[in-house]
């Protein structure tokens, strides 16, 4: 890891389709051990690298080396890995240390024949090791590296942004104080941007989009808004490489001074700093590096003499492979075009995820005049229905922004199916929703009810209320609901309007969709526990923990939980097990004990055997186990639904619920201009006056 900044590591022997894969931890530096050699590279094995998940950094150590860079230094690095049989390379960093790893590789053949002269090396050993193969995988907290959507560390990174913010907004509330606060970014915003989404903050200043001429003002001004809206909070956002139009910095100071100044508020500067990039990595962050470093090994294995280097990047939720070489130079493009001023250019180089982003926040940072907005007649009901989830709050407050942006009228229904049968529907205004990112749970109510025995109630509702459309937010009694209500739109008139679901569930169980809200926070809170309890038994020695998860009948969280904790054994519905499975299990954890890591961590889907229950399991293991190891057994319960959402949570919700609330929108804009149509020649032809729900249901709309 020549310039790695967080994130787990580690590896393991492989061996595919014949192939046998020595793995070797460069220790001491990232490429200062390379070439260096001697007890800096050592051979790893399964031990060496277990207990590593939780922790924070780069075990193996990480620096930039001066002689790498060069040709004496890299000569140095070749003699050593070939004197190991090393042809293989995977570097985890930045740009930097991946342009560095492709130059190292263009030269390999010429400093082999440069061995060879100088009699360090034999002809034979130069044509055994003649090609060497190099993939990357991106370690930075900046997500900086054009070709992927998120760069190891970044999540991590936003987790101790978000931290802090929290805790800051107790006492800003408290005092009615402005906080000023610099994120890490020199050359990107992507950490400063999205945590602003995360947290709601009043105004961001990212370096690939500098303010517009007019700015001070402009900010002032909406920071006084605020405060006459009795907002006892502001937050203003800045990336340490935050310029102006003119590329000169706008510095944490500046905006301080430009505040008390022009408003005279109470103002504070919050640097945080290195504390950025410390801490426990993230469960996002470890499932991440996870399948990069799987991929990156099979992409190893895969190569032949004529493979270009690769780099393991994330596109949507899939692992690929793009060349290197490419997405380093488009990294580099990025920043000329920001120092020729071409802004928007610049956010069209860092990628989808960066300009949609930008886009989300853009759409609900300011609060538009009435005068400002488009003419919309249009009533849309926002309500969430199943279990609570942790990002459900965020994702209202999207939609009713995004909503009231498009002109309509938002109105919150409490409690879910229930509570719009029994009439609980009321007006939602912008204000209304201030400060609902970063609380959890659900603010509006949520049950599990679903609309078939109440579908006349709730068709009355929405004609008294005259709503147009729908959007849903929940689990898979949400997914249920809606298509109960699909069902009834023969009998009810009132139900044939758009209508949308943004799943936001823990199990992450609804079909056509990769993720739901609330899932990765419960996956923080599964691995957060694990690691508790590893330290616990690591102190114990010769301890396994049986851990129960929820997730009805899918077995995600118990999955992915395991994958992020360093499971020995994850027990799921959709993968059957039996008695066999399960000694099995116990025969491999009594030979871990033998070694030098004696703890095991076992966890099991709460419906994944009708038999084979948590007691059943955590019995058999302490009987299995006399004399070895002890067990104990650990239910997590509803703690996986509660706590503040991840800022994954946060921005996930905040995005998909502005998408939907849009949707909605287009919709509602093709429907009318078609019902205007219909409705002009009905009316005509029978020359009386109709209600909109009268004439659906006149048409059989």
């Known amino acids: 890891g020549p310039g790695v900044r967080g ?31 001697g007890d800096n590279i050592k051979e790893a094995s399964w031990e060496s690298v277990s ?66 002269q100088s009699g360090q090396i034999s002809e034979e050993a130069a044509q055994t090791h003649s090609a060497l193969h190099i993939v990357g995988m ?81 900010m002032c001004h909406k920071l006084s808004e605020n405060r006459a809206d009795k907002k006892r909070l502001n937050i203003i956002i800045v990336a340490e490489g935050a310029i102006d139009q003119n590329n000169k910095p706008i510095t944490t100071d500046l905006i301080k001074d430009l505040v008390v100044r ?51 990047s994330l596109c949507g939720n899939q692992a690929v492979r793009l060349p290197l070489m490419e997405c380093v130079q488009m990294t580099q493009e990025v920043q000329k075009a920001m120092d020729e001023k071409r802004f928007e250019e610049a956010v069209k180089l860092r990628g989808r995820s960066f300009e949609n982003n930008l886009n989300t926040y853009k759409l609900l940072s300011h609060r538009k005049i009435d005068t400002e907005l488009p003419h919309s007649s249009f009533n849309v009901a926002v309500l969430n229905v199943g279990a609570p989830a942790a990002g459900m709050n965020a994702a209202v407050r999207s939609a009713v922004r995004v909503g009231i942006t498009e002109g309509h009228t938002l109105f919150a229904v409490n409690d879910g199916f ?10 939602i205004n912008w204000g209304d929703v201030g400060g609902w990112t970063g609380q959890g749970g659900s603010l509006l109510g949520t049950k599990r009810t679903l609309p078939a025995k109440h579908i006349d109630k709730i068709a009355e509702q929405m004609k008294i209320h005259n709503i147009n459309a729908l959007l849903v937010i929940g689990g898979f009694e949400a997914y249920l609901g809606l298509l109960e209500l699909q069902a009834a739109r023969s009998k009810h008139a009132e139900l044939c309007v758009p209508m949308v679901m943004v799943p936001a569930t823990v199990s992450n169980n609804i079909p056509g969709s990769d993720l739901s809200i609330g899932a990765d926070t419960a996956l923080n809170a599964i691995t957060d526990t694990c690691d508790r309890i ?14 129960e998860t929820m997730g009805g ?7 992915v939980g395991g994958l992020a904790a360093g499971a020995d054994a994850a027990y799921i519905y959709e993968e059957p097990f039996d008695i066999r499975d399960l000694q099995s299990n116990v025969e491999h954890l009594t030979e871990k004990m033998k070694t030098s890591i004696q703890r095991g961590l076992v966890l099991r889907n709460e419906n994944c055997s009708e038999n084979y229950t948590t007691d059943f399991i955590y019995q058999l293991y302490s009987e299995e186990g ?76």
Request: hydrophobic share 35%; glycine share 12%.
């Open 7 to 37: 994130g787990p590591r580690g590896g393991n022997a492989i061996s595919k389709e014949g192939v046998n894969m020595q793995i070797c931890l460069v220790r001491s530096q990232g490429y200062q051990g390379m070439v260096d050699g």
């Open 51 to 116: 207990s590593m998940l939780q922790v924070g950094g780069t075990v193996i150590g990480s620096a930039r080396c001066k002689d790498f860079r060069t040709h004496e230094g890299r000569l140095d690095a070749a003699l050593n890995l070939v004197q190991r049989g090393i042809t293989n390379l995977c570097v985890i960093g930045g740009d930097g240390s991946l342009t560095g790893a492709n130059l190292f590789r263009e030269e390999w053949s010429g400093l082999l024949d440069e061995l060879v």
């Open 138 to 218: 991106v370690g930075s907290i900046d997500n900086d590296f054009c070709g992927t959507d998120m760069t190891i560390g970044t999540d991590s990174a936003l987790h101790r942004i978000i931290e802090v913010v929290d805790a800051i907004m107790t006492t800003a509330q408290s005092h009615q104080r402005t906080f000023v606060l610099e994120v890490m970014g020199r050359h990107c915003g992507y950490l400063a941007l999205v945590s602003a989404l995360a947290c709601g903050a009043d105004w961001v200043l990212i370096p690939e989009m500098p303010p517009k001429d007019g700015w001070e003002e402009q």
């Open 262 to 312: 022009c408003l005279g508020f109470d103002t504070r500067v919050t640097i945080l700093g290195h504390v950025q990039r410390g801490g426990t990595p993230s469960a996002f962050d470890r499932i991440l590096a996870s399948r990069m470093g799987v991929e990156a090994v099979l992409a190893l294995l895969e190569a032949s003499p004529g493979t270009p280097a690769c780099v393991v």
């Open 418 to 427: 229930e509570g719009f049968y029994k009439g609980q529907i009321k007006e």
């Open 534 to 547: 590893k330290q616990s038994a690591s102190g114990t020695k010769r301890r396994v923990f049986i851990i």
């Open 553 to 559: 009948y899918c077995g995600y969280l118990a999955t």
């Open 626 to 701: 006399k004399g070895v190891f002890d067990c104990r057994k650990n239910i997590l319960g509803h703690m996986q639904q509660g706590g503040a959402p991840s800022p994954f949570d946060r921005n996930f919700g905040t995005k998909i619920a502005a998408k939907a609330m849009q949707w909605i929108s287009k919709k509602l804009k093709e429907c009318s201009l078609g019902l205007c149509e219909v409705r002009t020649d009905f009316c005509y032809k029978s020359n009386r006056k109709h209600t909109y729900s009268t004439l659906l249901q006149e048409i059989k709309c």
